[in-house]
């Protein structure tokens, strides 16, 4: 069983940065798939970014691609989400999950992984 807690969510205007942070508990972090969600409210759960076990792939929704960067530290059992030029549609609470399957790809879809964290709100006004 893996635990996720996210951290770094909050307020920020339109154009800012965050950078949200999820821990993982256990020894088989670097062994996980690990991907960042987003869900407004009224909405379905969305894809943000995914990256391989390593690190040297990564996989962005065309959302947030060129703004959003996905990365990994496995020393620290961590995965980050820098958050640039933020705009008030990136207003979600945001959940990391991970991918304990062994898959040559990197899925973009919910079910596709299999634990995930409790969320961290992410707001920007306009």
């Known amino acids: 069983q893996v635990q996720l807690v996210e951290s770094g969510g909050g307020l920020v205007q339109a154009g800012g940065s965050l950078r949200l942070s999820c821990a993982a508990s256990?020894?088989?972090?670097?062994?996980?798939?690990m991907g960042w969600f987003r869900q407004a409210p009224g909405k379905e759960r969305e894809f943000v970014a995914a990256i391989s076990s390593s690190g040297d792939r990564t996989r962005y929704a065309d959302s947030v691609k060129g703004r959003f960067t996905i990365s990994r530290d496995n020393a620290k059992n961590t995965v980050y989400l820098q958050m640039n030029s933020l705009k008030p549609e990136d207003t979600a609470v945001y959940s990391c999950?991970?991918?304990?399957?062994?898959?040559?790809?990197?899925?973009?879809?919910?079910?596709?992984?299999?634990?995930w964290g409790q969320g961290t709100q992410v707001t920007v006004s306009s």
């Open positions: 256990g020894r088989t972090f670097s062994r996980y798939v």
């Open positions: 999950a991970a991918d304990r399957s062994i898959r040559l790809g990197i899925g973009v879809l919910p079910n596709e992984y299999d634990y």
